[in-house]
């Protein structure tokens, strides 16, 4: 069992234990597929995962911006800012159902992310702003972008346009959204672990400036790492107005944010850069969206959502802490090193 | 045999020292100014100056929140749960007098002491488990959502208790059709905490050990200053003040709403930068913050005046206006590793 794995053993069991925690109160239907009618897969878990595409998108592009040691606050603007620019581009045309048209304002909005995302990492490695004063700024501002992008109205895209199948449709009977975010997944994990890239941007993130006086181009990775965050935020928030046929610019991906670094610690990421598990910040999105579900599932109110997250956010950040572990394992560790006073003094200071 | 490195003077960055340190504030005021000067050219009746008063009566919970905020920025921390504690402890008002049925000024105690509680809480975690900031106050973001949500998912009206109709009741300054203003006590309230928080931070040791943390953690543990109690004491400062502003946000509404405040820890954080603090801790000003919550709300008044323009228009410019700030203090820290060179 190599790191790699180890490092997976917890998000898996916690997933596992959520699903068994939903098979018990709701029965074996949560986790079988079902195919609907119109030939689509359907089922509790699979809607969990169509509903997690545009979170795991996010997730993805803030792991490789967390691995260089940075955070990028400013997704879930984005994602309204892409949400936005797609639908009103569409909306304004005369005719909404033109494939070349959907195909133009996505090509459009992705533009736009990748611009803003580049943006950010324009500020972060050439004006050396801190990566989440950076971010601020488009977390404060991006909405009101969003907003004048759709004149302060929710543009409706009609149901007949092909952009919805973005969200909605499905591919050889599996959803569209689960495709576009295992591609993105897979294209990803291939980019960084059968190429250097990887390696550098764990470089980066341990030392940029190290990493430069080794020959590692620092600031380009920088900048390129933030232009992916961008563009998946711009992706998923293109995935969630077409799955509801609208853009919200007030409330579409609102705390997405928040949502995504939650499911890159979850995963095994530390937010000290240096080291990255795509695989685990996937496990850590279906995780928070199964999290959702049971919720439901075992009888609470929606409600409880919040809160149930605010204990995971603990109970994760203080698992991760050394200093946590050690106090807490001390009283078990008392026999082996006896003479420890170093350690509580270390604890107490 | 001289090492030079040794017995050189020791460099100490010049950032923010001597007049340098003015330059953002004075920035900040000079936008204000041409802000208020803006409107009076523009619009009729801007020079009343019930405009200005009324900056202090719509902002007084936000001028709360920042200043507890100052506070946790100067030490080099961040506080993202100051919206949700606020929301919960407006709640928490109305749901321990109307509900509850306790004393409304027994109530508004307990609201501030759990906020500090609180506050305490999250900073002893942050200190001692050394999690970072950022993540451990997102803890109580989510928390105090929920728990507001649990209390009540609609709004909960105040109006039958006496007491919050306290906060409203106001002071003339001369009639305000001459040239007068008036302002209501939850500003006074406000003035205080600014008044409190100047003095504890400029004339106490705690105050000069927060601009120790922030400066250099290592360098403040070093020199034995007590960075425990300075780092868990400005969080719960914030928690405090957050209490505060639910509370006056209580006083004010006369309601509980359970969404208000989404996004008030990004105004708040904006405001402190805005008022000229480093977002890296150590070097700004409470007075500064003022300023800050002053331009924000400068803005928002302007665009009620202008009648046609979004209100969305008011975090735009906040966000171009932090963007130019932060690019502000970047050359100016630029500016002062060059001198030491």
Redesign the interface.
């Known amino acids: 069992m190599n790191a790699y794995a180890k490092r997976l053993l917890w998000p898996v069991l916690i997933l596992l234990a959520l699903i068994a925690v939903n098979i018990v109160a709701t029965g074996v239907d949560f986790i079988v597929p079902s195919v609907n009618d119109d030939g689509r897969l359907g089922g509790a878990f699979v809607n969990i995962l169509r509903r997690s595409a545009p979170l795991l998108l996010i997730a993805l592009g803030m792991t490789l911006v967390i691995a260089t040691k940075g ?1 990028d606050l400013s997704v879930g603007a984005v994602y309204a800012i892409g949400a936005a620019i797609a639908c009103q581009t569409i909306i304004d045309a005369p005719d909404q159902t033109a494939g070349g048209l959907v195909l133009a304002a996505v090509a459009l909005a992705l533009a736009a992310t990748a611009a803003i995302g580049a943006w950010n990492g324009v500020m972060v490695a050439h ?4 990566p ?3 971010t ?10 969003a ?2 992008v759709t004149g ?1 109205q929710i543009p409706k895209v009609q149901d007949a346009s092909p952009f919805t199948e973005l969200g909605r449709g499905a591919f050889l009977t599996v959803p569209i959204p689960i495709w576009i975010a295992a591609l993105v997944l897979t294209a990803l994990a291939l980019l960084t672990r059968r190429t250097a890239l990887g390696m550098l941007l764990e470089s980066v993130g341990g030392n940029p400036e190290a990493s430069r006086l080794a020959g590692i181009r620092s600031r380009g990775i920088t900048v390129l790492v933030y232009l992916v965050c961008g563009l998946c935020a711009g992706l998923a928030g293109l995935i969630g107005a077409a799955n509801l046929g609208s853009a919200d610019a007030n409330n579409g991906g ?1 705390w997405i944010e ?1 949502d995504a ?2 499911a890159v ?1 979850i995963g095994g990421t530390a ?1 000290l850069g240096g080291r990255f598990f795509l695989l685990g910040t996937a496990i850590g999105v279906v995780i928070i969206g199964t999290l959702e579900d049971t919720i439901i599932n075992v009888g609470l ?1 929606s ?9 995971v ?2 109970a994760v ?2 698992l991760q ?4 572990r050690g ?1 807490v394992l001390r009283p078990l560790r008392r026999r082996p090193e006896a003479p420890a006073p170093a350690q509580a003094e270390e ?1 107490a ?1 | 045999m001289t090492a030079p490195t040794l017995t050189a003077r020791p460099t100490r960055s010049k950032l923010f020292d001597g007049l340098t340190r003015y330059v953002p504030i004075g920035a900040t005021i000079g936008l204000l100014a041409a802000l208020y000067l803006g409107g009076v050219a523009n619009y009729p009746n801007f020079d009343n100056p019930q405009v200005v008063a009324k900056l202090f009566i719509d902002n007084a919970p936000l001028l709360v929140v920042a200043v507890g905020m100052t506070f946790v920025i100067l030490s080099g921390g961040i506080d993202l749960s100051v919206g949700s504690v606020m929301a919960f402890a407006t709640m928490a008002c109305a749901w321990l007098t109307v509900d509850a049925g306790v004393a409304a000024p027994l109530a508004t105690v307990l609201v501030l002491a759990f906020g500090t509680a609180w506050g305490l809480l999250v900073g002893a975690v942050i200190h001692y488990f050394h999690v970072q900031p950022f993540i451990a106050t997102l803890v109580g973001l989510f928390l105090f959502r929920g728990l507001t949500l649990q209390i009540s998912a609609t709004d909960v009206s105040m109006r039958e208790i006496g007491f919050f109709q306290w906060g409203m009741t106001h002071v003339d300054f001369g009639e305000v059709r001459d040239g007068g203003f008036w302002l209501p006590y939850l500003s006074f309230v406000a003035f205080a905490v600014v008044a409190v928080a100047f003095v504890v931070l400029h004339y106490t040791r705690f105050g000069r050990g927060v601009y120790a943390v922030g400066g250099s953690e290592t360098s403040a543990l070093l020199m034995g200053l007590p960075v425990a109690r300075t780092k868990i004491g400005v969080y719960a400062i914030s928690g405090c003040c957050a209490a505060l502003a639910g509370v006056l946000a209580a006083f004010a509404t006369k309601s509980a709403n359970p969404l208000a405040n989404v996004g008030t820890e990004l105004d708040a954080i904006a405001a402190v930068v805005i008022g000229g603090t480093l977002l890296t801790g150590g070097a700004g000003f409470v007075l500064g913050t003022v300023a800050g919550v002053m331009v924000w709300g400068m803005l928002n008044t302007l665009i009620a005046f202008q009648g046609n323009l979004s209100s969305w228009w008011a975090r735009i410019v906040m966000g171009a206006l932090l963007l130019a700030f932060i690019l502000l203090q970047r050359v100016l820290a630029r500016s002062g590793e060059k001198r030491r060179t």
């Open positions: 955070i004006f050396g702003i801190q989440i004063v950076a601020l700024v488009l977390m404060i501002a991006g909405r009101g972008i907003q004048l302060g609102l928040l670094i939650l610690v937010l109110s409600q409880w959502q919040f809160t149930a997250k605010a204990v956010v603990f950040a203080l802490s050394p200093e946590f106090w604890a200071s």
